[in-house]
């Protein structure tokens, strides 16, 4: 079966550069979620959008910020990257009546020196 | 606010043995209750959920989890652990699909 897709897997990063992440969202799912993990945290959530509107919001620094597509496939725009926004991260998707089961992607893991 | 504990950092147990990792909400208005599982260096897996229902829910590779309201706690069990289940699992509570908490999460190592 399909799953969350991210790209790209791994990503470094200098500080004050900018970063792009791209999740694509199971096939049918309308909803998308942003989580950070840093190390031997629990996941953060950070957005969420619902057919291409933001349902919810997190702890996402004013220096990020994303979008849905028509296509429901999100990216997650980080710009002057610090140090601490090394992290983990995952994105992931559900359909919106099926109680929210969200399915997870493999996640995206960004350092920044 | 909805919130999630997990009590315990680190839970040990011998293969074979039953496991348990507990997980204690708190959230207004019914709660929708999640397991997740995390292997190194991979995403996180859904396990099972409860939304409404009978207060035994069954999942994914054994694991059951059963709701308690009056204790609001969602502890995970499996009846015999395997070397395999050794990861990080992760509690995770949603009112009605909004505001997705999760737990600090709990390392389990199941022992040969």
């Known amino acids: 079966a399909a799953g969350v897709i991210q790209s790209p897997r791994h990503l470094i990063k200098e500080k004050r550069e900018t970063a792009t992440l791209k999740c694509y969202p199971i096939p049918r799912h309308d909803t998308v979620y942003w989580y950070q993990q840093g190390p031997g945290q629990d996941p953060q959530f950070l957005i969420s959008f619902y057919e291409k509107m933001q349902s919810d919001k997190g702890s996402i620094p004013d220096r990020f910020s994303a979008q849905q597509f028509s296509d429901y496939h999100s990216e997650l725009n980080m710009s002057s990257l610090e140090l601490g926004d090394s992290a983990l991260y995952f994105c992931a998707s559900s359909f919106e009546t099926d109680y929210n089961e969200q399915f997870f992607g493999p996640g995206t893991r960004l350092t920044v020196l | 606010a909805q919130s999630v504990a997990q009590p315990e950092d680190q839970v040990n147990v011998a293969e074979g043995n039953p496991l348990t990792v507990k997980c204690t909400y708190s959230?207004?208005?019914?709660?929708?209750l999640f397991w997740y599982v995390q292997y190194p260096n991979r995403g996180l897996q859904f396990l099972l959920k409860y939304i409404t229902g009978d207060n035994l829910v069954k999942g994914s590779y054994g694991f059951e989890a059963e709701f308690n309201k009056s204790q609001t706690s969602f502890h995970l069990k499996k009846p015999s652990a395997l070397v395999s289940d050794s990861a990080l699992y992760f509690c995770a509570v949603s009112n009605y699909g909004q505001n997705f908490v999760f737990g600090p999460g709990t390392r389990l190592s199941v022992l040969p």
């Open positions: 959230v207004s208005g019914n709660p929708y």
